[in-house]
């Protein structure tokens, strides 16, 4: 009895590691939904499988269930996620596994989402089926990382990128950046923006090296832009201005913004969020990721520059860390990052689960603040 035990585990996990590889083909592409994927299995064998491409789109279950057809009935369905029981934009996907005959549901983790949160598995279980959770748990939570924490927080998950010298410099004392890191790391900098749905830099940033925010050396969506803009101080002719008419671009401001700047950026397809500054002068973080949650904004690609860097930090709102090291040490020149009021090495931030590989000629070094 043992050994059967054991077999039957290790098929869960077997199955369930390809149900959350075909989950991650829908990387950068489901927002604000979660990436799925699923396999039905009979007999042993893989006999339909399918991954949630987008949102609106039809659901990783009822891809599977069409491709498994009539060997549905009898089989195993494995999915990462809580399959759903009610009806969004889509019919629940309760509804189709108990349509189309399946005998036993495995999925790795309960859906986060109140409106779903176990009810999935208790439709299931009351029709009959056998419903099995936990199998790779914790390898799923991970790969849906952010929408677990728009789930359970109702903000944005933040990432911290910074392209930075050995000694920490993120442009020389002249003001020059391009290039800090190489192209392998530019590269999947982009790759960055896709999997996020906002990208965040200060007015500096916008006005030193006029960037466009987009994503151009891979295949995916560009983000939305958001620029914090506390005196509104950024050029009108500047690319993130001038292209916002696709709707991309928020800039954020104090509640006492000028009026005709204001009016002057609006008219350029430019959104504004008009926010409270904190007693240091500072914008309240805080209402600036319940802001962008209000328009279902999952994630956060913060991007730049020092002084942005540090009030996230400072305002413990950093959820993931990535940092380019590249092999150039300049010796002055401006830091990554300026003062977060820490004092003591006791009282540093230590990054958890830290990896760290090569990026062309540069370090990436990530990891987990919260």
């Given at each position: 009895?043992?050994?059967?035990?054991?077999?039957?585990?290790?098929?869960?996990?077997?199955?369930?590691?390809?149900?959350?590889?075909?989950?991650?083909?829908?990387?950068?592409?489901?927002?604000?939904?979660?990436?799925?994927?699923?396999?039905?299995?009979?007999?042993?064998?893989?006999?339909?499988?399918?991954?949630?491409?987008?949102?609106?789109?039809?659901?990783?279950?009822?891809?599977?269930?069409?491709?498994?057809?009539?060997?549905?009935?009898?089989?195993?369905?494995?999915?990462?996620?809580?399959?759903?029981?009610?009806?969004?934009?889509?019919?629940?996907?309760?509804?189709?596994?108990?349509?189309?005959?399946?005998?036993?549901?495995?999925?790795?983790?309960?859906?986060?989402?109140?409106?779903?949160?176990?009810?999935?598995?208790?439709?299931?279980?009351?029709?009959?089926?056998?419903?099995?959770?936990?199998?790779?748990?914790?390898?799923?939570?991970?790969?849906?990382?952010?929408?677990?924490?728009?789930?359970?927080?109702?903000?944005?998950?933040?990432?911290?990128?910074?392209?930075?010298?050995?000694?920490?410099?993120?442009?020389?004392?002249?003001?020059?950046?391009?290039?800090?890191?190489?192209?392998?790391?530019?590269?999947?900098?982009?790759?960055?923006?896709?999997?996020?749905?906002?990208?965040?830099?200060?007015?500096?940033?916008?006005?030193?090296?006029?960037?466009?925010?987009?994503?151009?050396?891979?295949?995916?969506?560009?983000?939305i832009r958001i620029i914090l803009a506390r005196t509104l101080g950024i050029p009108l002719d500047s690319r993130v201005v001038n292209d916002g008419g696709?709707?991309?671009?928020?800039?954020?401001?104090?509640?006492?913004?000028?009026?005709?700047?204001?009016?002057?950026?609006?008219?350029?397809?430019?959104?504004?969020?008009?926010?409270?500054?904190?007693?240091?002068?500072?914008?309240?973080?805080?209402?600036?990721?319940?802001?962008?949650?209000?328009?279902?904004?999952?994630?956060?690609?913060?991007?730049?520059?020092?002084?942005?860097?540090?009030?996230?930090?400072?305002?413990?709102?950093?959820?993931?860390?990535?940092?380019?090291?590249?092999?150039?040490?300049?010796?002055?020149?401006?830091?990554?990052?300026?003062?977060?009021?820490?004092?003591?090495?006791?009282?540093?931030?230590?990054?958890?689960?830290?990896?760290?590989?090569?990026?062309?000629?540069?370090?990436?070094?990530?990891?987990?603040?919260?």
């Amino acid at each position: 009895m043992i050994g059967v035990f054991f077999m039957v585990r290790r098929n869960d996990a077997h199955f369930m590691e390809r149900a959350l590889k075909l989950a991650d083909k829908g990387r950068g592409q489901t927002s604000p939904n979660p990436m799925v994927g699923a396999v039905v299995v009979r007999a042993g064998r893989i006999v339909g499988e399918g991954y949630h491409e987008g949102a609106g789109l039809p659901h990783a279950e009822v891809h599977a269930l069409n491709q498994a057809g009539t060997k549905a009935k009898g089989a195993t369905l494995y999915v990462n996620l809580e399959p759903c029981c009610h009806a969004g934009r889509t019919p629940p996907c309760t509804k189709a596994i108990l349509t189309a005959g399946i005998e036993r549901v495995v999925c790795a983790v309960e859906d986060p989402n109140p409106i779903v949160s176990g009810r999935g598995v208790q439709h299931l279980r009351g029709a009959g089926i056998t419903v099995a959770v936990g199998c790779l748990e914790h390898e799923a939570e991970r790969l849906n990382e952010i929408y677990f924490h728009y789930m359970r927080t109702g903000v944005p998950f933040v990432s911290l990128k910074i392209a930075q010298t050995l000694d920490g410099r993120i442009a020389a004392s002249n003001g020059s950046s391009r290039w800090i890191s190489g192209e392998a790391s530019r590269r999947y900098g982009h790759v960055l923006r896709a999997q996020h749905d906002a990208v965040l830099v200060g007015a500096k940033t916008v006005v030193q090296d006029d960037p466009e925010l987009t994503v151009r050396h891979v295949q995916g969506k560009n983000p939305i832009r958001i620029i914090l803009a506390r005196t509104l101080g950024i050029p009108l002719d500047s690319r993130v201005v001038n292209d916002g008419g696709e709707g991309r671009t928020r800039v954020v401001t104090s509640v006492d913004g000028d009026p005709s700047t204001i009016e002057a950026l609006q008219s350029k397809g430019v959104g504004i969020w008009s926010l409270p500054l904190n007693e240091a002068g500072r914008f309240d973080l805080t209402a600036l990721l319940k802001k962008a949650a209000e328009e279902d904004i999952t994630s956060l690609l913060v991007e730049g520059g020092c002084e942005v860097f540090s009030t996230f930090l400072r305002a413990r709102l950093v959820d993931k860390v990535y940092i380019f090291v590249a092999p150039t040490i300049l010796g002055s020149g401006l830091p990554s990052i300026g003062d977060i009021g820490i004092g003591t090495l006791e009282n540093g931030l230590h990054l958890r689960d830290v990896e760290v590989r090569r990026s062309g000629q540069d370090v990436l070094m990530t990891g987990y603040l919260n």
